[in-house]
């Protein structure tokens, strides 16, 4: 009986045992569960953005209201990557803003002069080629590239938005799907402006770096000027962008090369010194006025978005990250940064007895830093659009730590479905230098593959090219 009686308590031990193991391991399995969804950045959602600034966030004001001056973003191969047409974007495809929209779960959203299909169901784009942060007090309508939409221009088509919004509800028949007045106070403001009120300058050689680093403080005021404004419309998620280091950009190392027997002229990136000085003090101002805002606005969002940490961190890597020319434009032609002022993307013509067609693109527009010499590929963009809303990059620390929709920030790119065919080099000056029908043989070969591909491609519903943006 009693051997019985211990075998019956054994058993019961091991029962309990098991039952314990059970427990215990259900309650590691819920804890590891928990504690991987409590590590899960929630889902980047705002109502609506809303954009200001220059030519690297303008969708089509410029263009808009002066044809003739902005006719370029308009003309192939921009928008070669999204929407695969010329889009009224400085870019071969996504600004940062499309990027933003996409990863907060919008789709692009339009400019506010666009008169015909807009949608502005997710929000307006205000922002306006050559516009700069500063208030203009004359306009030369004969300039190259500049224009009278300044920041404070752009922060009154706000205002006017909202009393335009606020009439349409008050009508009994609605017909447009347009966001509600609440949203306003929901949505996420980009502010990405300065970058001409340096670039022009020091494009057109009259503005040198010493006065750039003078007007750093009235470059500055006006967009802390524009958070306060937003802020007072009703925005608590402001996110305010420093600029990119001009030094690096194609355009001013063709133009402004420095005696390379001078010590310190570039950096150790290959970037002229000089010209990041002033950008460097502008961002380091921009920083610390809005870190200073915070203090009077501590209910609301001010999010200070590195962009030139971003850029200098490709540049550290670039091979790494597969921008084997982040110093190059993509769609330009000559020199050590394949730009040239005779001859710019989009157009056509001879340098130096060599006949230029630049209507089309590089093979790989990914492996390049700058679009045209002048503005950020969509490859820059992309990466400060995952860092910001990944919270790197970004104050403050963590900033806008959230999980990205990243369903439209990766297309295919038809270039790359173009492979380096015979007589046709990857080099675009060896293309240029080929003969004319050796040039018209190789577009014909492309157009063939392009639009194999894209059959290909659209019957797989892998191509985004209908709806906003286009």
């Not at 609506?48 to 003309?75: H, K, M």
């Not at 942060?133 to 088509?157: E, H, M, V, Y």
């Not at 439209?408 to 293309?431: A, F, I, R």
Request: aromatic content about 12%; glycine content about 8%.
């Amino acid at each position: 009986m009693k051997a019985g009686r211990c075998e019956n308590c054994r058993n019961r031990a091991r029962g309990s045992a098991l039952v314990l193991g059970v427990v215990v391991q259900l309650m590691v399995q819920s804890l590891v569960a928990y504690t991987s969804l409590a590590a899960t950045p929630p889902v980047c959602s705002y109502e609506g953005v809303y954009a200001f600034g220059d030519s690297l966030t303008d969708v089509g004001n410029g263009i808009a209201s002066f044809p003739n001056q902005f006719i370029r973003s308009e003309s192939v191969p921009y928008g070669l990557q999204f929407p695969h047409h010329a889009a009224d974007r400085f870019c071969d495809g996504r600004l940062l803003v499309d990027f933003l929209a996409f990863g907060v779960g919008l789709s692009p959203i339009y400019a506010y002069l666009r008169g015909f299909a807009a949608d502005f169901s997710n929000g307006v784009n205000f922002a306006a080629s050559g516009a700069t942060a500063r208030s203009i007090t004359t306009w030369d309508a004969t300039a190259k590239f500049n224009s009278p939409f300044t920041l404070s221009t752009q922060l009154q088509w706000l205002q006017r938005y909202r009393v335009r919004l606020e009439f349409y509800y008050t009508q009994t028949r609605v017909t447009q799907v347009l966001p509600t007045v609440a949203s306003l106070n929901s949505s996420l403001y980009l502010v990405y402006a300065g970058f001409h009120d340096y670039m022009s300058g020091f494009y057109d050689n009259t503005l040198t770096p010493a006065e750039a680093q003078a007007i750093v403080p009235s470059v500055v005021a006006p967009i802390i000027s524009a958070v306060q404004a937003i802020y007072e419309f009703g925005g608590r998620d402001i996110l305010v962008v420093n600029l990119p280091p001009l030094g690096c950009i194609p355009a001013l190392l063709t133009l402004h090369p420095a005696d390379p027997s001078l010590a310190n002229s570039y950096d150790d990136y290959g970037c002229l010194k000089r010209f990041n000085k002033p950008i460097k003090a502008h961002n380091s101002l921009l920083r610390s006025s809005l870190n200073t805002l915070r203090t009077t606005y501590p209910d609301a969002n001010l999010y200070y978005g590195d962009l030139h940490g971003v850029f200098i961190n490709i540049l550290k890597n670039s091979s790494d990250q597969g921008i084997s020319n982040p110093l190059q434009a993509c769609c330009g032609f000559g020199g050590s940064y394949n730009f040239n002022t005779d001859v710019t993307c989009g157009s056509t013509g001879s340098v130096d007895g060599v006949e230029v067609d630049l209507t089309v693109s590089c093979f790989n527009p990914e492996s390049y830093g700058s679009w045209d010499g002048i503005h950020l590929s969509q490859i820059i963009n992309r990466a400060a659009a995952t860092a910001f809303l990944n919270g790197k990059y970004i104050e403050p620390n963590g900033g806008m730590h959230c999980t990205p929709d990243t369903s439209n920030w990766y297309t295919h790119n038809l270039s790359m479905l173009v492979p380096t065919l015979s007589g046709c080099q990857e080099d675009s000056s060896k293309v240029q230098e080929s003969s004319p029908w050796l040039q018209h043989g190789c577009k014909l070969k492309v157009l063939v593959l392009v639009l194999e591909g894209v059959y290909a491609m659209s019957s797989a519903s892998v191509l985004y090219v209908s709806g906003p943006a286009i």
